[in-house]
């Protein structure tokens, strides 16, 4: 607002009203003009200043948030790298499980030494040599099972096979949830009866397999008793491969929680039992039942 007047006393009126200049009269026009056009520039001047600070304002909150995405961005960056770390350690850990489990350590590879190998795997050849002489102290105290019905050695290797590979798959899927952390603490008494149900009935379908094999063999060889040896070899199967599931679960979170490696450790200890189971029913139910 340009304020033109004859009378001065008015000036202070006119600033204080809102007024920005002011010219008294008589006014040359050239006057007029040049106020009017320097009150336009610095009026562009403030609309340009004042714009201008909204764009800045307006740079600084997308600055703001790009530096805000770039962080978490970086936090999701790092979470997934700590991700892959963690997996590629369970994958290299499961991956030496398969030689830990036959006393092979973590630690040997292709390049070790010939002398480091055999001080790392002779001791548990050893062991596993030791726990052998059990399996055959059963066989031992049914000798006379086994001199009068010579058909069941036959069916010994069948059952201590089947026992052990029942009790593997169950090991195998132990190991595998310690390893990955999917066995959490309160779950063991779930995964030992699954494992006992599976050992159950993969027994009794196996088992079908296995008495109509040992009825056969023994129809050929014209033995009164091939009904009951079947019947025996059926039970024996189904006996053996639920205890070798049980242990195979078992044996690994007792070695767990006594402080030692159950990879390295579990499968000497399962053969055992699952020798003792197979051989110890069937020699023992023949025993009794086959007269």
């Given at each position: 607002?340009?304020?033109?007047?004859?009378q001065?006393?008015?000036?202070?009126?006119?600033?204080?009203?809102?007024?920005?200049?002011?010219?008294s009269?008589?006014?040359?026009?050239?006057?007029?003009?040049?106020?009017?056009?320097?009150m336009?520039?610095?009026?562009?001047?403030?609309?340009e200043?004042?714009?201008?600070?909204?764009?800045l304002?307006?740079?600084?909150?997308?600055v703001?948030?790009?530096?805000?995405?770039?962080?978490?961005?970086?936090?999701?960056?790092?979470?997934?790298?700590d991700?892959?770390?963690?997996?590629?350690?369970?994958?290299?850990?499961?991956?030496?499980?398969?030689?830990?489990?036959?006393?092979?350590?973590?630690?040997?590879r292709?390049?070790?030494?010939?002398?480091?190998?055999?001080?790392?795997?002779?001791?548990?050849?050893?062991?596993?040599?030791?726990?052998?002489?059990?399996?055959a102290?059963?066989?031992?105290?049914?000798?006379?099972?086994?001199?009068?019905?010579?058909?069941?050695?036959?069916f010994?290797?069948?059952?201590?096979?089947?026992?052990?590979?029942?009790?593997?798959?169950?090991?195998?899927?132990?190991?595998?949830?310690?390893?990955?952390?999917?066995?959490?603490?309160?779950?063991?008494?779930?995964?030992?009866?699954?494992?006992?149900?599976?050992?159950?009935?993969?027994?009794?379908?196996?088992?079908?397999?296995?008495?109509?094999?040992?009825?056969?063999?023994?129809?050929?060889?014209?033995?009164?008793?091939?009904?009951?040896?079947?019947?025996?070899?059926?039970?024996?199967?189904?006996?053996s491969?639920?205890?070798?599931?049980?242990?195979?679960?078992?044996?690994?979170?007792?070695?767990?929680?006594?402080?030692?490696?159950?990879?390295?450790?579990?499968s000497?200890?399962?053969?055992?039992?699952?020798?003792?189971?197979?051989?110890?029913?069937?020699?023992?139910?023949?025993?009794?039942?086959?007269?």
């Amino acid at each position: 607002m340009l304020v033109i007047t004859a009378q001065p006393d008015h000036k202070l009126r006119a600033l204080k009203a809102g007024a920005k200049d002011f010219i008294s009269k008589p006014f040359d026009l050239a006057d007029v003009l040049a106020r009017v056009n320097n009150m336009l520039e610095v009026r562009l001047l403030h609309v340009e200043a004042k714009n201008y600070s909204k764009t800045l304002e307006q740079k600084i909150q997308e600055v703001e948030a790009s530096r805000a995405l770039i962080h978490r961005q970086s936090d999701e960056v790092k979470r997934l790298y700590d991700e892959i770390v963690a997996e590629q350690k369970r994958s290299i850990e499961l991956s030496l499980q398969p030689g830990a489990m036959v006393g092979v350590e973590k630690e040997e590879r292709t390049a070790t030494r010939w002398v480091r190998s055999l001080r790392l795997r002779h001791p548990w050849l050893q062991i596993n040599l030791l726990t052998a002489f059990a399996a055959a102290a059963v066989v031992g105290h049914f000798q006379e099972t086994i001199s009068r019905l010579l058909i069941l050695t036959m069916f010994l290797p069948v059952l201590a096979d089947q026992a052990c590979n029942t009790g593997s798959q169950a090991l195998a899927i132990t190991l595998r949830g310690i390893a990955l952390g999917d066995l959490e603490s309160g779950k063991e008494r779930a995964l030992v009866r699954k494992e006992a149900l599976l050992g159950l009935l993969n027994g009794a379908l196996v088992g079908l397999v296995a008495a109509t094999g040992m009825y056969g063999v023994a129809t050929t060889q014209h033995l009164q008793s091939a009904p009951m040896l079947s019947s025996v070899v059926f039970l024996a199967m189904i006996g053996s491969c639920f205890i070798s599931g049980i242990c195979g679960a078992v044996v690994p979170l007792i070695l767990k929680r006594l402080g030692a490696d159950p990879a390295t450790a579990s499968s000497i200890f399962l053969t055992t039992a699952t020798n003792i189971v197979s051989m110890g029913m069937l020699l023992g139910l023949a025993t009794v039942l086959v007269k």
